[in-house]
């Protein structure tokens, strides 16, 4: 069964907060939630980890922290998602064995890399046009294709993906989607989410 990842914004939430967002996301039956809180510092982030973490906590959805291994550890996260500028892989593994480990993608070329040091999956995209990376083109289908044709873990597919899109996503290679406007600024994050796992189960 495809999988739907969600990774958070908190600043797309409206009058909101974050963790709502998620409680209800989790509720809706998400697979997983990425923690993507750059610009927070260690002990606020930290402090958000573990909330997020008790929320995932028994509802089957695993919970990755964005880049900050620390955190990830010190709060008990499933895992750690790699992005620009983050640790190596590498050294990723060694620091959080027995871990989830996922790395950002824009390449097939980064695919390879990530595949050969020993990433869990990969989160590639963007590909569609997203509001979150204005003015720059999606990369397409075809980009999920050629991956898929390249390498062997799983590959999650984000940027601009929604309903109507997520089966051609899928059915182009990738194991599942990820989402970050669809859920964050959603009036009705139950029937987003139950609208999304209906396209990738057709």
Request: glycine share 12%.
């Amino acid at each position: 069964m495809p999988e739907i990842y969600v990774v958070t914004n908190r600043k797309l939430t409206g009058k909101k907060s974050l963790v709502s967002v998620l409680e209800e996301a989790v509720r809706a039956g998400v697979d997983g939630v990425i923690l993507r809180e750059n610009d927070l510092l260690p002990d606020e982030l930290y402090t958000l980890a573990c909330a997020v973490k008790d929320l995932c906590a028994g509802s089957g959805a695993r919970f990755m922290v964005n880049s900050s291994i620390e955190v990830a550890l010190a709060c008990g996260a499933d895992g750690v998602h790699l992005g620009y500028g983050s640790l190596p892989l590498e050294a990723a593994r060694r620091l959080m064995p027995g871990k989830t480990v996922g790395v950002s993608i824009h390449s097939v070329e980064e695919g390879l890399q990530a595949q050969s040091g020993g990433a869990d999956y990969v989160l590639a995209g963007h590909i569609y046009p997203t509001v979150s990376k204005p003015g720059q083109p999606g990369k397409g289908i075809e980009f999920i294709t050629l991956l898929a044709s390249a390498i062997s873990i799983p590959i999650i597919g984000i940027g601009g993906i929604n309903d109507r899109n997520a089966g051609e996503v899928i059915d182009a290679g990738s194991s599942g989607v990820a989402v970050m406007s669809l859920v964050m600024e959603s009036r009705d994050i139950k029937s987003t989410v139950t609208a999304l796992r209906h396209s990738l189960s057709k």
